[in-house]
Antibody
Framework: EVQLVQSGAEVKKPGESLKISCKGS????????IGWVRQMPGKGLEWMGI????????RYSPSFQGQVTISADKSISTAYLQWSSLKASDTAMYYC????????????WGQGTLVTVSS | DIQMTQSPSSVSASVGDRVTITCRAS??????LAWYQQKPGKAPKLLIY???SLQSGVPSRFSGSGSGTDFTLTISSLQPEDFATYYC??????????FGQGTKLEIK
């Protein structure tokens, strides 16, 4: 069974750094792109960026380029999303997603990690 | 960027009703269109890919159609568990995928 299991909720202060994780199982982790999707409170879905764990090829949405860093450690089948300096506007639910290249969809989703940034 | 516009933004319907949600792309995307369902407090779930192909395990009352710029999601006979928010997503050019703003389906 394919699963993406994300790290738990985080409460941080503005200016702090953060790295959240997404562990894949039940499939070949290095053979599928893994992406991140943001959902701000009461809002819609925004694609942030995507990484191919096989060779660490990473692409970012222009809206998120320079704001976050996506990485992966294929030895432990885990992808990461990190911030160097959080802002209150980063408060959101973040989902990791598996990308199916055949159908060009996000076919599996993690359970989400809620990030709250507040002073 | 390709913009996706869904209509309506919200709709009220009753169990057993037939409901149609529309998604329009700002430029042609062939059939690279997916639909997702999101229930409160849950991650989105893939329903339909390639505009009209049903994801495994999704009930047959869900169907999708369209190509180019205009697409529809139809639920033939609403069930209580179908009340949720629905998003379309274009996948014309990897990886610059974009989502529609969502359509909230509420109980009348």
């Amino acid at each position: 069974e394919v699963q993406l299991v994300q790290s738990g909720a985080e409460v941080k202060k503005p200016g702090e750094s953060l790295k959240i994780s997404c562990k894949g199982s039940g499939y070949s982790f290095t053979s599928y792109w893994i992406g991140w999707v943001r959902q701000m409170p009461g809002k819609g879905l925004e694609w942030m960026g995507i990484i191919y764990p096989g060779d660490s090829d990473t692409r970012y949405s222009p809206s998120f380029q320079g704001q976050v860093t996506i990485s992966a450690d294929k030895s432990i089948s885990t992808a990461y999303l990190q911030w160097s300096s959080l802002k209150a506007s980063d408060t959101a639910m973040y989902y990791c997603v598996r990308h199916s290249s055949q159908h060009r969809v996000f076919d599996y989703w993690g359970q989400g990690t809620l990030v709250t940034v507040s002073s | 960027d390709i913009q996706m516009t869904q209509s309506p933004s919200s709709v009220s319907a009753s169990v057993g009703d037939r409901v149609t949600i529309t998604c329009r792309a700002s430029q042609g995307i062939s059939s690279w269109l997916a639909w997702y369902q999101q229930k409160p407090g849950k991650a989105p779930k893939l329903l339909i890919y390639a505009a009209s192909s049903l994801q495994s395990g999704v009930p047959s009352r869900f169907s999708g159609s369209g190509s180019g710029t205009d697409f529809t999601l139809t639920i033939s006979s609403l069930q209580p568990e179908d009340f949720a928010t629905y998003y379309c997503q274009q996948a014309n050019s990897f990886p610059a995928y974009t989502f529609g703003q969502g359509t909230k389906l509420e109980i009348k």
